[in-house]
């Protein structure tokens, strides 16, 4: 199927701590697997992405974990800071053919 | 290295006018997507093109809407007779490959009356 799902659509963090985002997916021949942040009123916005060769990708302070076994992907945030309150998506490519699948969407909101 | 660009950033019609969109992709990239987002909704697929090509267009509405990426000139997403149900957000995003990362524009706002 292309369905690629969040856990928790709302999640709200202190300034400092660490964030962890949860998605879902369904089709276990995906080989790629992208985030995105949206702030409000403005496009999506590339994060990190992650092959599926990969268990896990590091970026500057985020990190993706890719559970293949459990079909399931991870958005880690370190240090969370207000500028990180966004809605946060994961997406994959629908076989592999260009068009991304979404999911609903996480909306991280950071506590000063 | 400019970004995505889409213009308008807002567009308001009244019920039964045509709507506009236009995309010019990243340098580099020839590879256009179009996504629109409802309010408070994830964002859904809607076309794929390529220079003067449609690649895929299975998540565009059956009537009313069309898409085009000429050999010159951005890439324009045409919605006939708007409805107020068209009302949303239209996101363009652009990549060098169908398997490459797609960069997304700011987004048009289209409000139908």
């Known amino acids: 199927g292309e369905s690629v799902g969040l856990h928790l659509p709302t999640l709200s963090v202190q300034e400092g701590d660490n964030s962890i985002i949860n998605c879902a997916y369904s089709n276990s021949a995906s080989d790629y697997f992208i985030w995105y942040k949206q702030e409000s009123g403005k496009g999506p916005q590339f994060i990190i992405d992650i092959r599926s060769n990969m268990d896990k990708r590091q970026g500057q302070r985020v990190t993706v974990l890719l559970n293949k076994t459990v079909k399931h992907l991870s958005l880690q945030i370190a240090a969370t800071q207000p500028g990180d309150s966004a809605v946060y998506f994961c997406a994959e490519p629908f076989n592999q053919g260009g068009k991304l699948i979404f999911g609903q969407g996480t909306e991280l909101s950071v506590k000063p | 290295n400019a970004g995505v660009m889409q213009n308008p950033r807002h567009l308001v019609r009244r019920r039964g006018q045509e709507a506009r969109l236009r995309c010019s992709p990243m340098?580099?990239?020839?590879?256009v997507y179009w996504y629109r987002q409802l309010p408070e909704e994830g964002l859904k697929f809607m076309v794929y093109l390529q220079k003067e090509n449609i690649i895929d267009e299975s998540g565009m509405p059956k009537e009313r809407f069309s898409a085009e990426f000429p050999k010159e000139g951005p890439s324009i997403l045409r919605i006939q007779q708007v409805v107020r149900g068209d009302s949303a957000a239209y996101f363009c995003a652009t990549g060098q490959g169908a398997s490459e990362t797609q960069y997304f524009g700011p987004g048009t706002r289209l409000l139908v009356l």
């Open positions: 340098k580099g990239h020839s590879h």
